[in-house]
């Protein structure tokens, strides 16, 4: 056997790292020790967590474990095979019409996940011949799945519709447009104008798509959306929706007219080349699908918390502004101090994580919080102590 030389190769990466280390954006994923929830266990201390995506509490749902470990016991552990060969057993079949009614569409289409919906659909439909119309602040699978099309990209501000429509004129010739944008922005909470972008859109006969990854389970009657939210029902050609936040799970769908589907099944990549779901993540999903469409009080109650936990900080002096979602930013400026922020709330008990330039503007690093129907009044108050405390020690308050 010859010697083998590990790295020399890959040396470059270790001045990468050092470059991302000396700016102060260098990862360390905290480990949980237990189930996601609204405390939790994490790197050996318990906290309350305002980091997860876990809007609704289901991660940890008793009734999705059941589900799951039924869905085990009927049909094994995975699948061994892509939908379109052998692994589109009962439960992906049931869940796309439990979907695609619940979406009010034709029909629906799973994936892997949002990452892989976004991306697959997005590169299906458009070729090099069309142009995509992005919302500056739109996601990253988006944004890749915008590249893979090979389409011609252009980026409008942030919910700037007036700009999106310049766009939409001087791309009159293109073969075909897409317009593009997040139904709830990850990173600052506010909520797209829908019926002024779909308006425009339509007088362009552009096609329209919205990822709902933030709004599903979030927003609109029993979390169908920014669609529902805004009384849009068949006017938006492509809805992402998203089994891996508010449902608890993991997963991406696209909704839409059977015939976007039926061509999505012949042509989005990731459905084609990629194992399909475990049987324990499918049923899991049908039993959260169930908990939405029965309990309409779970909804309630996160936007209840949101909106205390919102005035909790604003009375603090923090500057929350923007948010409209139960994804609270607390904008404190400098990268470095909300990077000592979240550290120090991690100290006193409360996991919110630091977010700086690339993910955001220069000048904007904030520390996300994203408020959960899970969290006790106890909760709240006790990370709105925090925030208060620490927020003082640093002179942000
Ligand atoms: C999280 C997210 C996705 C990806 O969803 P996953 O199911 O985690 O892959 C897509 N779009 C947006 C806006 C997201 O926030």
């Not at 607390?330 to 690339?358: C, H, N, T, W």
Request: aromatic fraction near 6%.
């Amino acid at each position: 056997m010859s010697e083998f030389a590990p790295g020399n190769a890959l040396a470059f990466l270790a001045d990468e790292i050092a470059a991302m280390q000396a700016q102060g954006v260098y990862r360390h994923p905290r480990v949980l020790e237990g189930p996601q929830g609204p405390r939790a266990v994490i790197d050996g201390r318990e906290v309350v967590n305002l980091s997860s995506n876990n809007y609704l509490g289901l991660a940890d749902d008793p009734r999705l474990r059941q589900a799951a470990m039924r869905a085990i016991e009927e049909y094994g552990a995975g699948t061994a095979s892509v939908r379109t060969i052998a692994g589109t057993n009962r439960l992906h079949a049931e869940l796309e019409r439990r979907l695609a009614a619940f979406k009010r569409t034709e029909a629906a289409l799973v994936f892997q996940s949002g990452f892989t919906a976004n991306a697959g659909t997005v590169a299906a439909i458009l070729g090099k011949e069309d142009v995509i119309i992005s919302d500056e602040l739109n996601h990253a699978s988006i944004i890749d799945g915008c590249r893979l099309s090979r389409a011609q990209i252009k980026i409008f501000p942030h919910k700037d519709v007036a700009a999106m429509r310049r766009l939409l004129e001087e791309s009159r010739d293109a073969r075909r447009v897409l317009v593009i944008t997040d139904g709830v922005f990850s990173m600052d909470g506010d909520i797209a104008p829908l019926p002024e972008i779909v308006a425009v859109a339509k007088e362009y006969g552009a096609i329209t798509m919205v990822d709902d990854a933030h709004a599903s389970g979030v927003l609109g009657s029993n979390g169908r959306g920014t669609v529902d939210h805004f009384g849009l029902h068949g006017q938006v050609d492509i809805q992402v929706g998203t089994l891996s936040k508010a449902i608890g799970v993991l997963g991406g769908y696209v909704a839409g007219s059977k015939l976007l589907i039926d061509y999505l099944i012949q042509r989005a990549r990731p459905f084609l080349f990629s194992t399909s779901h475990p049987p324990a993540v499918t049923a899991a999903c049908l039993a959260a699908l169930d908990i939405l469409e029965s309990d309409e009080e779970l909804i309630q109650r996160l936007w209840e918390n949101a909106r205390y936990f919102r005035e909790g900080l604003a009375d603090a002096g923090f500057d929350v502004k923007g948010s409209e979602t139960p994804i609270i930013p607390v904008i404190v400026g400098e990268g470095e101090k909300a990077m000592r922020l979240s550290d120090r709330l991690f100290e006193e008990g409360v996991f919110a994580q630091g977010i700086a330039y690339p993910t955001v503007p220069k000048g904007k690093a904030r520390v996300r919080t994203i408020v959960t129907a899970a969290h006790t009044r106890d909760d709240l108050d006790r990370a709105l102590t925090a925030f208060r405390k620490v927020g003082r020690e640093l002179g942000i308050v």
